[in-house]
Each structure stands twice: as structure tokens, then as C-alpha cells.
């Protein structure tokens, strides 16, 4: 009788985000890379179409979603899960994306400044050997931030970090020193919650230590 050998598990992140591929080193994670190609301001027009207003968390997890099933729609090795994340964050009941451009940059750091809001990132973990089972979760952290004053809003753009962040700041990044405390998980605010993660590796029958280097 021969012997049954189990296919290991290989995690794909279906991101290009620098932030996300942190995280998961930093917790000594193994896995690739491959970047979606979803159009995500259709992707969430369809869904407001059909479901009506979503909020900043749902609209976080219906990214995230729609980035893991893009790229678990390719032919992957056995053992392939593909977790698509997705971050929005929410000040005063408004969900805001990356600013792109210094000019909306500003008028966020102008709202940020003495504010709190949430940034919620959506997880979503989907099996490619059984594609039925996807799951997804939301992280979501309380952000306080200082006082912030013109010349360091002028200075903060100008170093062009905020550009392609969730909410225009990154807690990692130059913006530390803007922020006076959060209520919830740091990696998260980063872009990925690895506590979220080893949830969703454990609800599909992986232990994320199978993952580690």
C-alpha cells in the first residue's frame, strides 16, 4: 500500500504592497507574490449596484475579496492559498482610500490633524484545491493622532510617503511621530493582520507555523 504524502501548504499574497510583504517576513512567513489586476472603483460600483452603500469595512473585505479570487483564478502548484487584503480607512463615517495626488494628500492631513478614525483591512483566504471554502475576516484599529501643524503636513507630503497609503499616513513610516496611540493591532494598521491570518491558515486546516521558513 503506498504511502500518502501530504502536499505542503504555499502561501501566494495577491499584493505588491511593500507593507503587507513586511509583515509576513517579519513573522518569518514563507510565500510569493502576484499582483491582481482588479479594477477596484468597479468593483465597487458593481457591488453598490446590486447590495447598495457599503460600508468602509465591507468595502475593505469586497477588495480584499476580489484581489484573492483574480489571482486564484490562474492554475497554481497544489497546496496554493491565495490571500487577497485590502485597507480603507474610515474618519467620521467616510471611507478613504489612497490619496495619489499631494493636493488630496494635504486636504486628508488637514482632517487627519487631532482626529481619530479606523483603519479596517480586509483578509481573504481562498484554497485553490477548493476554491468553495474562501473565507474572510476584518481587522479593524483605532488611530489617534497629535495636533499637526502646516509645516509638517507641507513637509510630510512633499516626502511623497502617504501617496499610496490607506488614509494617507503609514504607522511604519514617517507619520509614527503624528500618531499619539491606537486601540487594536499594529499590523493591521500596516496593511495585515498575521493574528487575522493565522485564524483564517486555522479555519482551512493549516497551522501557520507550517508556513514558517
Given at each position: 500500500?503506498?504511502e500518502?504524502?501530504?502536499t505542503?501548504?504555499r502561501?501566494?499574497l495577491?499584493s505588491?504592497s511593500?507593507?503587507?510583504?513586511?509583515?509576513?517576513t517579519d513573522?518569518g512567513?514563507?510565500?510569493?507574490?502576484?499582483v491582481?489586476?482588479?479594477d477596484?472603483?468597479?468593483v465597487?460600483?458593481?457591488?453598490?449596484?446590486e447590495l447598495g452603500?457599503?460600508?468602509?469595512?465591507q468595502?475593505?473585505?469586497?477588495l480584499a475579496?476580489?484581489?484573492?479570487?483574480?489571482?486564484?483564478?490562474?492554475?497554481?502548484?497544489?497546496g496554493?492559498?491565495?490571500l487577497?487584503c485590502?485597507s480603507?480607512?474610515?474618519?467620521?463615517?467616510v471611507?478613504?482610500?489612497?490619496?495619489?495626488?499631494?493636493e488630496?494628500?494635504?486636504e486628508r492631513w488637514?482632517?487627519?490633524s487631532?482626529?481619530?478614525g479606523?483603519l479596517?483591512?480586509?483578509?481573504?483566504?481562498?484554497?485553490?484545491?477548493?476554491?468553495?471554502?474562501?473565507?474572510g475576516q476584518?481587522s479593524?484599529?483605532?488611530?489617534?493622532?497629535?495636533k499637526?501643524?502646516?509645516a509638517?503636513?507641507?513637509?510630510?507630503?512633499?516626502?511623497?510617503?502617504?501617496?499610496?497609503?490607506?488614509?494617507a499616513?503609514?504607522?511604519?513610516g514617517?507619520?509614527?511621530?503624528?500618531i499619539?496611540?491606537?486601540?487594536?493591532?499594529f499590523?493591521?494598521?500596516?496593511?495585515?493582520d498575521?493574528?487575522?491570518l493565522?485564524?483564517?491558515?486555522?479555519?482551512?486546516?493549516?497551522?501557520i507555523?507550517?508556513?514558517?521558513?
Amino acid at each position: 500500500m503506498s504511502e500518502v504524502v501530504e502536499t505542503p501548504a504555499r502561501l501566494l499574497l495577491a499584493s505588491a504592497s511593500w507593507g503587507r510583504k513586511k509583515v509576513l517576513t517579519d513573522a518569518g512567513l514563507a510565500f510569493t507574490t502576484r499582483v491582481s489586476a482588479v479594477d477596484e472603483d468597479a468593483v465597487l460600483q458593481a457591488a453598490v449596484a446590486e447590495l447598495g452603500p457599503r460600508t468602509p469595512a465591507q468595502t475593505a473585505l469586497l477588495l480584499a475579496r476580489a484581489k484573492a479570487e483574480d489571482v486564484a483564478a490562474d492554475d497554481h502548484e497544489a497546496g496554493t492559498l491565495v490571500l487577497g487584503c485590502d485597507s480603507v480607512f474610515e474618519l467620521d463615517g467616510v471611507a478613504y482610500g489612497k490619496p495619489h495626488t499631494p493636493e488630496v494628500a494635504r486636504e486628508r492631513w488637514q482632517q487627519l490633524s487631532g482626529s481619530t478614525g479606523v483603519l479596517h483591512s480586509g483578509h481573504w483566504l481562498i484554497d485553490t484545491a477548493a476554491p468553495d471554502t474562501a473565507q474572510g475576516q476584518i481587522s479593524s484599529t483605532v488611530v489617534h493622532f497629535s495636533k499637526v501643524s502646516e509645516a509638517e503636513i507641507e513637509a510630510y507630503v512633499a516626502s511623497g510617503e502617504p501617496l499610496p497609503c490607506a488614509g494617507a499616513f503609514t504607522i511604519d513610516g514617517l507619520a509614527a511621530s503624528f500618531i499619539e496611540s491606537i486601540e487594536g493591532n499594529f499590523q493591521n494598521v500596516v496593511g495585515l493582520d498575521v493574528s487575522t491570518l493565522r485564524t483564517l491558515l486555522g479555519n482551512a486546516g493549516v497551522q501557520i507555523i507550517d508556513l514558517w521558513k
